[in-house]
């Protein structure tokens, strides 16, 4: 049946040269960019800043040569010396602590933040931000030196060496040192090596019943049948979830009224399937499974969208129509030929069966 909806959908839309609207679409004015720029576009980009994110930007382009990022809104540079990444902002954020100044350098650092250490980082200091799920701590200044010595008294803190008031008398100690031109080392440079990113990173727990998991975190599956039975779950919702995001993008763009009916039931019929999937993993007991290849199939469901979003108009809809019905067929054939000859529950097979005729 929806084989015959998409058939008649796109007989219903006029056929537009795909290749020739792709490059057609009007997009918002980008701002410059550049990702192995000289300074002299740094300078572009800098030449109306305020003075002393001005000043900053070029004292780090003086240490480290021109920046890998570069817009009117900042500068960054990746992976020099123990940093991740150094940020110059076109953007003074006033702060009084140690003492009033304005805030808009950046150093970011992989490091993996205890959740019982968070707040008293904030509290430290409320200039520093923590990304636990990428394994990041950053500090923002007004200088490098003050960004390295807010990154020393974090690590202090979190190792347990200082409490969160030693930290803040320790940092205005070092300030009045660095001013007397004494070079304390913990302005100086890390006293701490940053963690490594593969432990850093924290990806976090499901909350949704039934979700699926990574296979590096799942728990060993009860034989080969049941891991099978875990695949073909995890595949059947990525496969919901394709159609959902092919769905809800249709849904913001302007399409004819039967096109865009269409992508509204693929949204919610789709949502309520890969529900509908994840409960039964829970009623037999199996945990769905995200193996590579059915990473690869969000992968490949993200690529074919993308590759749609720059059209408009008719040519959008046609691409979008095609995009379904060819989606379709490979999933019928991935059906057909791997999860359905290979379910090992019953219950289970009866919903794969009931998914091919849907």
Same mark, same amino acid.
């Given at each position: 049946?929806?084989?015959?909806? %998409?058939?008649? %959908?796109?007989?219903?839309? =006029?056929?537009?040269?795909?290749?020739?609207?792709?490059?057609?679409?009007?997009?918002?004015?980008?701002?410059?960019?550049?990702?192995?720029?000289?300074? &002299?576009?740094?300078?572009?980009?800098?030449? !109306?800043?305020?003075?002393?994110?001005?000043?900053? &930007?070029?004292?780090?382009?003086?240490?480290?040569?021109?920046?890998?990022?570069?817009? *009117?809104?900042?500068?960054?540079?990746?992976?020099?010396?123990?940093?991740?990444?150094?940020?110059?902002?076109?953007? /003074?954020? =006033?702060?009084?602590?140690?003492?009033?100044?304005?805030?808009?350098?950046?150093?970011?650092?992989?490091?993996?933040?205890?959740?019982?250490?968070?707040?008293?980082?904030?509290?430290?200091?409320?200039?520093?931000?923590?990304? *636990?799920?990428?394994?990041?701590?950053?500090?923002?200044?007004?200088?490098?030196?003050?960004?390295?010595?807010?990154?020393?008294?974090?690590?202090?803190?979190?190792?347990? @060496? @200082?409490?969160? @008031?030693?930290?803040?008398?320790?940092?205005?100690?070092?300030?009045?040192?660095?001013?007397?031109?004494?070079?304390? $080392?913990?302005?100086?440079?890390?006293?701490?090596?940053?963690?490594?990113?593969? !432990?850093? #990173?924290?990806?976090?727990?499901?909350?949704?019943?039934?979700?699926?998991? *990574?296979?590096?975190?799942?728990? #060993?599956?009860?034989?080969?049948?049941?891991? @099978?039975?875990?695949?073909?779950?995890?595949?059947?919702?990525?496969?919901?979830?394709?159609?959902?995001?092919?769905?809800?993008?249709?849904?913001?763009?302007? %399409?004819? &009224?039967?096109?865009?009916?269409?992508?509204?039931?693929?949204?919610?019929?789709?949502?309520?399937?890969?529900?509908?999937?994840?409960?039964?993993?829970? /009623?037999?007991?199996?945990? $769905?499974?995200? !193996?590579?290849?059915?990473?690869?199939?969000?992968?490949?469901? #993200?690529?074919?969208?993308?590759?749609?979003?720059?059209?408009? +108009?008719?040519?959008? /809809?046609?691409?979008? %129509?095609?995009?379904?019905?060819? +989606?379709?067929?490979?999933?019928?054939?991935?059906?057909?030929?791997?999860?359905?000859?290979?379910?090992?529950?019953?219950?289970?097979?009866?919903?794969?069966? &009931?998914? *091919?005729?849907?």
């Amino acid at each position: 049946m929806r084989m015959m909806v %998409l058939t008649a %959908l796109m007989l219903a839309v =006029p056929a537009v040269s795909v290749h020739a609207q792709a490059d057609h679409k009007a997009h918002p004015a980008q701002k410059a960019k550049m990702t192995r720029g000289d300074n &002299a576009m740094a300078e572009r980009m800098i030449a !109306t800043w305020p003075a002393r994110p001005k000043l900053g &930007a070029r004292q780090m382009m003086a240490k480290y040569g021109a920046p890998q990022e570069a817009t *009117r809104e900042r500068l960054v540079w990746h992976n020099q010396g123990p940093f991740k990444r150094i940020t110059v902002f076109n953007l /003074e954020t =006033p702060h009084d602590f140690p003492m009033p100044h304005v805030d808009f350098m950046e150093h970011t650092i992989t490091y993996n933040v205890p959740l019982d250490k968070m707040e008293d980082l904030i509290e430290f200091d409320g200039s520093s931000t923590i990304n *636990r799920t990428v394994g990041e701590l950053s500090a923002r200044c007004d200088l490098e030196g003050h960004n390295v010595l807010t990154l020393n008294l974090d690590h202090d803190i979190v190792t347990g @060496k @200082k409490s969160v @008031k030693e930290a803040r008398e320790a940092f205005g100690q070092n300030i009045d040192q660095d001013v007397k031109g004494m070079h304390p $080392p913990y302005v100086m440079a890390l006293q701490f090596q940053p963690h490594d990113m593969k !432990t850093a #990173a924290f990806a976090d727990t499901p909350v949704i019943p039934g979700s699926p998991l *990574r296979a590096a975190v799942a728990p #060993a599956a009860d034989g080969p049948a049941q891991m @099978k039975d875990a695949v073909a779950l995890a595949s059947v919702i990525a496969i919901d979830l394709n159609q959902v995001n092919a769905g809800a993008q249709a849904g913001q763009e302007q %399409l004819s &009224a039967p096109v865009m009916a269409y992508a509204k039931k693929l949204h919610e019929e789709h949502g309520h399937h890969m529900v509908a999937t994840m409960k039964l993993g829970e /009623e037999i007991d199996v945990t $769905p499974l995200i !193996t590579p290849a059915v990473a690869n199939m969000q992968i490949k469901g #993200a690529d074919a969208l993308a590759a749609i979003i720059p059209m408009d +108009g008719m040519a959008f /809809e046609r691409a979008f %129509l095609s995009m379904m019905v060819m +989606g379709h067929t490979e999933v019928l054939a991935v059906l057909d030929n791997q999860l359905i000859p290979s379910a090992a529950n019953p219950e289970l097979k009866k919903h794969l069966m &009931a998914t *091919r005729t849907a």
